[in-house]
């Protein structure tokens, strides 16, 4: 493992992360979703425990970075997880899967009380290897608008109800942007007329709108699908500068 002895620059800070689990709550995982065709979201990562645990989901969003929320390793020592890409099925065993450890992470201002800029870029231990079962996903524009409406995809292993257990393969669900209750920091997105949202598990993972990731799950109001409240996502837009920046720091550092 490469340690990194500090932030590259004063935006670039490097956490050190606390071995304890519990405490925080993680953001769920799909309830009311459907099936993923198998490896039709190529960009999905699971980070797991070493025994295989998954406990988040991850985006990959170039060969050596995959973007998740910043509260899913608050309270885990990095040298524990494992991120795995190419997944469908979590249980089987899948010739497409890949497995990295974590380098480094970079952390922007996360605020666990606020719960604002609950993003984090984890640096692999090595670049993936691209192929149909594992791309990068696309960002969108600095600051790009995301009218209510817009119609978008959840995807995660996350459970299927509050105190339903994980799924054995991916789930994903059609999601519509909304703005009540939300906040400018966030993403918000509802299904009306029915019980069904991200769940725990499903932190971390992306919202694609328009093929392009705007979203990573952040959290939950008063349990999943619960018909009241908006889905949160950290809003990826508000991070593209930060991110392309962290990637151009990081590039080059230690060979591909
Ligand atoms: C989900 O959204 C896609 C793209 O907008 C659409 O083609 C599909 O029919 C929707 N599926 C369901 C079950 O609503």
Request: with cysteine; glycine share 8%.
């Amino acid at each position: 493992m490469t340690r990194s002895c500090g932030p590259s620059s004063p935006a670039l800070a490097l956490v050190l992360l606390a071995v304890l689990l519990g405490g925080v709550a993680r953001a769920a995982e799909i309830v009311g979703g459907r099936e993923a065709q198998p490896h039709s979201r190529p960009y999905m990562a699971s980070l797991q425990l070493l025994p295989g645990r998954h406990f988040c989901g991850g985006t990959l969003i170039h060969p050596r970075f995959v973007l998740t929320a910043a509260h899913c390793l608050s309270n885990l020592n990095p040298l524990r997880v494992r991120v795995v890409l190419g997944a469908h099925s979590l249980q089987t065993s899948e010739p497409t899967k890949q497995r990295f450890r974590i380098s480094r992470l970079f952390e922007n201002s996360y605020d666990p009380k606020e719960k604002l800029n609950d993003v984090l870029l984890l640096q692999l231990d090595r670049p993936a290897t691209l192929n149909a079962q594992v791309a990068v996903a696309q960002l969108p524009q600095q600051n790009q608008l995301l009218p209510h409406g817009t119609q978008c995809l959840a995807m995660g292993w996350g459970r299927l109800g509050t105190f339903e257990p994980l799924p054995q393969v991916l789930q994903e669900l059609n999601v519509t942007v909304v703005t009540f209750l939300c906040r400018p920091q966030n993403v918000c997105t509802f299904v009306p007329r029915r019980s069904a949202g991200i769940c725990f598990g499903d932190s971390g993972g992306p919202l694609i709108c328009d093929g392009v990731i705007q979203g990573v799950d952040s959290f939950v109001i008063r349990g999943c699908a619960t018909r009241q409240y908006p889905d949160f996502f950290a809003r990826v837009s508000l991070y593209v500068d930060w991110i392309r920046s962290v990637l151009s720091n990081a590039g080059g550092e230690d060979g591909p």
